[in-house]
């Protein structure tokens, strides 16, 4: 037998890359990583150049590549979001205040951090407590002081984001936490009620054990995130507009929103980061800002572009951000697309166009277009005979569902997590 040595060389040539999305309109944004400079070409090999892996043979005497490294086991325990929102808007005060915000917490852990935002000015936090809310802004625990660096308080820029020092606090799934603070200044603020039980009082009181007195104040305003450290596992986010934030009417309570509906069932975190009045290109430009920063997601939810229809040409427009709207999530989380519900009229552009516009991304969604996985909640909310009405006691002003309606939405996301999402 003939023995032959195969002698293979390697030639690598590597170039600058340059990645863009590109919107459908000079209006859109536009994510661009800078280019390289190329460098002159030499005999050297560059240190900055990543070896290829070593080529291996099997049995056969074929090549075959090393396997990919494995992937970084998570850790057993880690701090993952129990409560977010997304807070928009914007809400001052002159002298100082004590609020008293209800917000349920659905994660276990022996350990909580709390993150505030600040609006659209500066804002001064004097000091803050957590305790087990009670009824009526009482309390069922003695009120922990939260610290900031070690300080009882901050003061920080407009739309800044500041998180407490973690603090021994043990909570159980669902707990509702009384997170009461003393500020002044602008505090970042949601846009609807949804948070009954919460209020505020002028003056210092944020260590009364007592009920908060003042009053109701059912906004969600300063507190954007509470992290609980547990046992690491999933945790979702809920992105969209007010059908996902729980706007019904006037008052609300988001623990009868959708997303909440959902948690309670799987028994996992899906945090909201729904936004009234939110389309593709605010989800876009304050991605990073109210969906990126929140630590620890492993799932996206989103349902988005009930917004954007009306618009002679906005159908393209809309898979073209879509598109680019779960691009910039995959990276950060595993993403799934709702097709959007029914709409009986509009408030904005051609009622001909939402109805066409809507079909033809619903269409394009179940389709496959985006890659991601699909949640059909247009098809458990629709009329059989006309599919842009919804179903009898689903919907209350032809745009937004139902509290009936979000318990039927509740129960096809779980449904379809379940079956595709290994829930």
């Known amino acids: 037998m003939r023995m032959w040595r195969t002698w293979l060389g390697v030639l690598a040539c590597v170039g600058g890359a340059q990645w863009a999305c590109t919107p459908s309109n000079a209006e859109d944004p536009v994510w661009e990583e800078p280019s390289q400079e190329q460098n002159e070409t030499s005999n050297a090999p ?12 099997n049995d056969e005497g074929q090549v075959r590549t090393a396997p990919p490294p494995a992937q970084p086991t998570p850790p057993a ?12 808007w914007s809400y001052s005060v002159s002298s100082v205040t004590t609020f008293r915000m209800r917000v349920p917490v659905a994660r276990a852990g022996e350990r909580i951090q709390v993150t505030f935002r600040a609006g659209d000015g500066a804002l001064t936090l004097q000091r803050a407590t957590v305790a087990r809310a009670g009824a009526d802004g009482s309390l069922v625990s003695t009120p922990v002081a939260l610290s900031f660096e070690g300080k009882p308080g901050f003061t920080a820029g407009a739309r800044a984001l500041v998180r407490s020092d973690p603090l021994t606090f043990p909570v159980t799934f669902r707990d509702d936490l009384a997170i009461t603070f003393e500020v002044r200044g602008a505090l970042a603020a949601s846009a ?5 039980g919460s209020f505020a009082r002028v003056g210092t009181h944020s260590q009364a054990s007592e009920a908060l007195g003042g009053e109701a104040f059912e906004r969600s305003v300063g507190v954007a995130t509470v992290d609980v450290e547990g046992p690491t596992g999933r945790a979702f986010l809920a992105m969209g507009d007010s059908i996902t934030e729980g706007y019904v009417d006037l008052r609300n309570d ?18 909201n980061a729904g936004v009234s009045g939110q389309g593709f290109y605010d989800a876009l430009m304050l991605l990073d800002d109210e969906v990126l920063a929140v630590k620890g997601i492993t799932d996206c939810l989103v349902l988005l572009g009930t917004n954007d229809l009306g618009d002679e040409g906005a159908e393209e427009q809309m898979e073209t951000r879509m598109l680019l709207l779960v691009q910039r ?3 950060f989380c595993h993403v799934w697309v709702s097709t959007l519900l029914p709409k009986e009229k509009t408030n904005y552009g051609a009622y001909e166009y939402v109805k066409s516009q809507r079909l033809s991304f619903n269409a394009w969604l179940r389709a496959g277009g985006t890659g991601a996985e699909v949640i059909d909640l247009e098809s458990v909310m629709r009329r059989t005979g006309n599919v ?9 002003d032809g745009i937004h ?12 996301v779980v449904r379809t997590l379940r079956e595709r999402g290994q829930l």
């Open 46 to 57: 560059d240190a900055s150049v990543e070896v290829a892996p070593p080529l291996v043979l």
């Open 77 to 88: 325990v880690s701090f993952q979001p129990g409560f977010h929102q997304a807070l928009r």
């Open 192 to 196: 609807i009620n949804a948070f009954p």
């Open 254 to 271: 988001t623990r009868n929103a959708w997303p909440a509906l959902v948690e309670s069932q799987l028994g996992v975190p899906v945090v």
């Open 329 to 331: 999530l995959e990276p």
């Open 388 to 396: 842009h009405l919804y179903l009898e006691g689903l919907g209350v």
């Open 401 to 412: 569902p139902s509290t009936d309606g979000h318990r039927v939405m509740a129960t096809e």
